[in-house]
């Protein structure tokens, strides 16, 4: 985007720092960084003798192993080592400051040639020196326990090449601001990169620039943490880290891969729990705000789709003092201009383009009001927004009770979801970009998908629409001439396996507990037995709501940074009795533009194209004379070919493998597009995922998703629990054979057992015979010698033995050579005697022979006349 020049290619810098070596010393930390390869090297120096403040040092130089190796040797002592790969920022409580080092990572998945990790272990290094001067500070421990519940083990993640904040098809496209901080209102952007000449001697000649991504701080969880470290000069010791869900999984076509990843980024503004953080705050962000992007990728071409969830943007919350299941919904705030939906969808406008489609998945017809209210409250914004908007840019609304349209009788919910998803993508498009030069394509516009908590219903109505993007980019890349999937075919199982894990750990993060209701419960092929994991998760969602929610989201501000522990305030964290004044920060508005005019100029001139796409900006941006650097050299950096490897350990490696599962045991077509009999094999499970929350304390249980979204959910439950209980007792058993779990002969080997006929069964017998005869008999060794001869001839009766040839006196010991004809050996004499250059080119004297040769062959033979006939005497 931004860039139609084929010749100019914008690279990615890989980050310098992706091994730390962690000194500590009585007076100072000494942090050592280097690159991949251990060949360059980077020096930080921390004072742990300064008191209750951090004073960092950075060395500008660069060392080398042999400089590194004698500034380890003149350290005083034997320091505590600490190996890492990346630092994760500093903390403060009351008592001084703490280091996060990554001390474990595991690659995940990669795109293209770009690595993703998972954090598998963290460490908390005390900075400043406990002085025995005055006794620490009681609520010190208190506050590290809180801080230390954030499990940084369970899904955050981190790449050294690839921004994880921005979606690919930002990341793809070409800068067009380089700075910090850049008004694109007033500052004038870069030229045009299609009518730079560049200073090339010629016109086609291929030009490099390297630059630095400007993170989305909206999906960076650690920003709070490096706050420390900006005034870094060498901005590659910052490490941010995402926190969601990213798998990578694939399936085979024949014999070739596609690879298809799955990367959610929860936001971490307004973060909570489930019934601490509903709707919205002042500045427009939600409660519960996923970006889910599925990429699409067969080594070479690149396609991906981005939709997302959130709460409804509207100020509502549920009153949780009463121990109820359902607590009621209300309205806290009345909006009746809609400001905080207006800044969320211009937010929305912003970053993803026209249009803005919003899926309501909530209730539409209640005996009592619950649901509605919200649905009502969402309506009413944008069809008073859209008043303002272009009529080509209108954000569109698609109210579809999921939970109605389950409980009715025959209903499909895939189906209508189906013919939905379709109309989205037709709307919005996707992303696809190839080679360098071939033709481009964009996504305009986001599907929003919600219903109360975001979590069961959202989740399986975000499948529909990812099974049928999947479709339409396997169609793009030209795996397949139709979008349309058959359900139960490898790549679709494959890819609800993925959205399940997806499902699985947004809820676990949210709700506490892993989804209640899955894809199977509406699809209405779950099988009975799992309605009591149903009722598990709603218990165990219940209890985590009811006693560790609260401790759950203390540990959330405290990580995020909007609660700042200091002497001066009277009252600790837990003893609040409420966060509102940490989300809801009051930011007096300095636009004079009115309320209708919601939208930017900048936002509304880019329509429908994405304003941050088309005004990409950047921290940095040079040109590099050759594209093999090392601070740009993504080959090496995914091959790692400078040092030993086992395949295994490679990420290419594991997810070929996975393709493997989801295909069944027997089998006679290999598709992965068609419908297949699949076995019940137990799913791998994400690695990601612990069985608690990331959020979770370490003295509560959790699970996973949202357990009663809605009264509906239950009473789909209960409805599909009684239907699968009368069908089966109105249904005989079935009696169990191997012909009932086992697939047909014919139909795995192309042939079946039957009843031989009397040709084949006389065969046998003389088969038998001969076996008998060669034994010596059925006779014991005793048996009179002419009893016996009468035996080995009745059964030599109607047998013919032929010798298939006779060797003679050879034996395993000496072989007598055969006589080889004269005329063999003529033959074979001229064969060694060939010239073996046939690929030569002919000699010139050589071509009137092969001219007359050719010349014969295509003549056609002549033709006879027929004999005169002959004539009677």
């Excluded at 201009?337 to 969808?345: C, E, G, I, L």
């Excluded at 919600?450 to 993007?469: E, M, P």
Aim: proline content about 5%; some cysteine.
């Amino acid at each position: 985007m931004n860039n139609d020049n084929p010749n100019i290619i914008f690279n990615p810098l890989i980050s310098s720092i992706q091994k730390v070596v962690l000194y500590e010393t009585r007076s100072r930390l000494y942090l050592v960084g280097s690159n991949n390869r251990e060949t360059r090297f980077r020096l930080l120096t921390i004072d742990r003798l300064a008191l209750n403040r951090l004073s960092i040092e950075e060395n500008a130089n660069e060392f080398n192993s042999s400089d590194i190796r004698r500034f380890v040797s003149s350290l005083s002592g034997s320091p505590k080592v600490t190996s890492a790969y990346g630092v994760l920022g500093f903390v403060r409580f009351l008592e001084g400051y703490y280091l996060i080092l990554v001390t474990k990572r595991k690659c995940c998945a990669h795109i293209g040639m770009h690595l993703i990790y998972t954090i598998k272990d963290t460490v908390m290094v005390r900075v400043n020196e406990v002085t025995s001067q005055r006794p620490p500070h009681p609520h010190e421990e208190r506050y590290k326990r809180i801080f230390q519940n954030i499990d940084l083990r369970s899904n955050f993640y981190f790449s050294y090449s690839y921004d994880l904040t921005r979606t690919l098809q930002y990341n793809e496209s070409a800068p067009r601001y380089v700075g910090t901080k850049v008004d694109l209102e007033r500052d004038e952007p870069l030229p045009d990169w299609n009518k730079l000449t560049n200073n090339v001697a010629q016109a086609h000649e291929r030009v490099d620039y390297a630059f630095r991504s400007d993170s989305r701080k909206r999906f960076v969880w650690n920003a709070y943490l490096l706050q420390p470290m900006e005034g870094l000069m060498l901005k590659d010791w910052l490490l941010e880290v995402t926190h969601g869900y990213v798998s990578q999984s694939c399936f085979s076509i024949y014999g070739r891969h596609v690879n298809v990843c799955l990367i959610a980024r929860r936001s971490s503004r307004f973060a909570g729990t489930r019934f601490l953080k509903r709707g919205a705050n002042f500045q427009g962000d939600v409660a519960n705000e996923v970006e889910t992007e599925q990429i699409v990728s067969d080594g070479q071409r690149l396609c991906a789709f981005t939709q997302m969830r959130g709460s409804i943007p509207s100020h509502w919350s549920q009153d949780i003092s009463k121990m109820v299941p359902k607590p009621p919904i209300q309205l806290d705030i009345c909006d009746p201009f809609a400001q905080t939906p207006s800044r969320h969808f211009e937010r929305l406008l912003f970053h993803y383009g026209a249009p803005l489609i919003m899926l309501n998945l909530v209730k539409k017809r209640e005996r009592r009001k619950h649901e509605s209210i919200i649905s009502k409250e969402l309506e009413n914004s944008i069809v008073y927004l859209n008043q303002f908007l272009p009529p080509l840019h209108h954000m569109k609304h698609i109210h579809f009770d999921m939970a109605r349209h389950s409980r009715q009788s025959g209903g499909n919910v895939m189906e209508q979801l189906a013919v939905h998803a379709e109309s989205i993508i037709q709307q919005t498009g996707m992303f696809y970009k190839a080679r360098r030069g071939s033709e481009l394509s964009l996504q305009t516009g986001i599907v929003r998908t919600n219903c109360v908590d975001c979590l069961d219903r959202t989740n399986s109505a975000q499948f529909a629409i990812g099974k049928c993007a999947l479709g339409h980019q396997l169609e793009r890349l030209g795996f397949v001439k139709s979008a349309k999937l058959e359900f139960d075919s490898d790549c679709v199982t494959m890819l609800e396996h993925l959205y399940e894990e997806h499902g699985d750990t947004l809820a676990l993060q949210y709700g506490g507990s892993q989804l209640v209701h899955r894809i199977k419960t509406y699809r209405k092929t779950a099988a009975w037995a799992s309605q009591g994991n149903d009722v598990m998760q709603t218990l165990s969602r219940y209890y985590s709501n009811t006693f560790s929610d609260t401790e759950k989201q203390q540990s959330i501000n405290l990580f995020l940074g909007l609660y700042k522990p200091a002497f001066a305030l009277n009252q600790p964290i837990w003893e609040l009795q409420t966060d509102y004044d940490m989300h809801n920060a009051f930011v007096p508005s300095t636009s004079s533009a009115p309320i209708t005019d919601w939208v930017r100029h900048k936002v509304r001139e880019c329509l429908p194209y994405s304003c941050a796409d088309s005004n990409k900006l950047v921290k940095e941006l040079f040109r590099v004379h050759s594209n093999g650097l090392e601070m740009i050299d993504s080959y090496s950096n995914y091959h790692q070919s400078f040092k030993w490897t086992d395949l295994s350990e490679h990420i290419e490696f594991e997810i070929s493998q996975l393709a493997t599962r989801f295909m069944p045991t027997f089998r006679t077509n290999y598709s992965p597009f068609q419908r297949q009999i699949q076995t019940s094999r137990k799913a791998r499970q994400n690695p990601s995922m612990t069985g608690q929350s990331s959020t979770s304390s370490t003295n509560s249980n959790s699970s996973s998703d949202e357990g009663d979204d809605s009264s509906s959910d239950e009473e789909l439950s209960t409805s599909l629990a009684e239907k699968e209980a009368k069908q089966a007792e109105a249904a005989e058993p079935a009696p169990f054979t191997l012909s009932a779990i086992l697939p047909a002969m014919e139909e795995v080997y192309g042939c079946s057992i039957s009843t031989p006929s009397k040709q084949n069964m006389s065969i046998y017998k003389k088969y038998v015979q001969m076996a008998k005869l060669s034994s010596g008999g059925a006779q014991h060794a005793k048996t009179a010698v002419a009893q016996r001869e009468h035996e080995q001839a009745k059964m030599l009766r109607g047998v013919t033995l032929r010798p298939l040839g006779d060797y003679g006196t050879d034996t395993y010991l000496s072989v007598k050579p055969p006589t080889v004809p004269a005329k063999s050996l003529r033959i074979y004499k001229e064969y060694c005697n060939t010239p073996r250059n046939f690929n030569a080119v002919p000699k010139f004297e050589e071509f009137d022979l092969l001219y007359q040769y050719v010349q014969r062959l295509a003549k056609p033979a002549p033709v006879r006349p027929p004999p005169p006939p002959v004539s009677a005497c």
